[in-house]
């Protein structure tokens, strides 16, 4: 009877302890995320004081694509480490707001290594079910029980390399400017994920950056109040590897 008692109480014990560190045999993610690119710079948009707030220069003029893939190590359940690059088209034209007559505009392809931190405020609690590892028990608490929520920032490089059309290449001639260059910049964001199986979630991520320049269209002026800022907008794919033996990864 004791040993029974006994074998019940650890039991008790060890199990929720070895599910609370399952997520552990998991701690290498791979991303892939596509998705939108908008850019608010000097080119474009509407003078301060007309732009209510900045959403006057959201416009499918100013929006083009991007592309990104990412490498994340989990160094504690709530806080992960990410290598990303990501590839976009950040575009600026007169056409629509303050300063039409003027008529520039610029195409500037972009690509973007980064290093990121991520820290999950929210963390999905189905990962530490040992049923939903396995493949069963999908209906574990609803979407809900899968939600992983998080913030982000770092520091990020950016290789940039501007399309001017004719009016602003002939100022940037004038200004003496380099139509391709190098430059930092900060992310900054937040994400969300739902865990669709043990090993896959899907995912919506918004990112914000901050160059450390103000020539990423091509143009400045004495009216510009700070530096080029760009967005982007990113629908994410993570396929989660298991680890084999220390931190090397197992795709069986």
Known sequence: MKRAILI?????????????????????????????????GDVGGFSHGENAWGL???????????LNFSVKYRI?????ARISITHGILHATDERGSNESRGYEATNTILEPALIGE??????SAENS???????????????????????TGIAGLKYSIEPNQALQDNMTLK????????AAIPLGVGSTVATSPNITLGLELGFRYAFTDYLDGYTSQYSRANDVYYFLHFTFTYRLKIKKGIFPSHR
């Open 130 to 152: 040992y049923l939903f590892n396995k493949g069963r028990g999908k209906g574990l608490g609803g979407i809900l029980r899968s939600l992983d929520v998080y913030a982000f």
């Open 176 to 183: 003496g400017l380099d139509t391709k260059g190098f430059t």
């Open 8 to 40: 019940v109480l650890s039991f008790c014990i060890i199990v929720p302890f070895a599910e609370a560190q399952l997520w552990k045999l998991k701690r290498v993610e791979l991303v892939g995320a596509i998705g939108t690119a908008t850019f608010f």
């Open 119 to 124: 820290y999950y405020f929210i963390r999905n």
């Open 76 to 80: 504690t359940q709530n806080l992960n």
């Open 56 to 66: 006057k220069d959201i416009t499918f003029l100013q929006t083009r694509y991007s």
